[in-house]
């Protein structure tokens, strides 16, 4: 089992810059696939990167291609989204998510989630 605990939410104007970062806990982070994903008030979780265990190949949103970047330490049991150019429609929770060696698109462990507010 592992725990996520993510940082680095907080209030930007558009256009600018934030990095988020989910710590997780155990000794196999290295084999576990993490996701980023993001809930706007009144809208449905939603998939936004992704970053695979094996050969750490990346996935995204459309909408945010481009724009962020998923990357993972796993020296330091972390993951990080770098988000650029950010828009008011980023506005949202941002979790993280991992899971043991499965698929990308399907996650077992969720952490508590950081709000990012994106001001026009």
């Known amino acids: 089992q592992v725990q996520l605990v993510e940082s680095g939410g907080g209030l930007v104007q558009a256009g600018g810059s934030l990095r988020l970062s989910c710590a997780a806990s155990?000794?196999?982070?290295?084999?576990?696939?993490m996701g980023w994903f993001r809930q706007a008030p009144g809208k449905e979780r939603e998939f936004v990167a992704a970053?695979?265990?094996?050969?750490?190949?990346?996935y995204y949103a459309d909408s945010v291609k481009g724009r962020f970047t998923i990357s993972r330490d796993n020296a330091k049991n972390t993951v990080y989204l770098q988000m650029n150019s950010l828009k008011p429609e980023d506005t949202a929770i941002y979790y993280c998510?991992?899971?043991?060696?499965?698929?990308?698109?399907?996650?077992?462990?969720w952490g508590q989630g950081t709000q990012v507010t994106v001001s026009s």
């Open positions: 970053i695979s265990w094996i050969d750490g190949s990346t």
């Open positions: 155990g000794r196999t982070f290295s084999s576990y696939n």
């Open positions: 998510a991992a899971n043991y060696r499965g698929s990308v698109w399907e996650y077992d462990y």
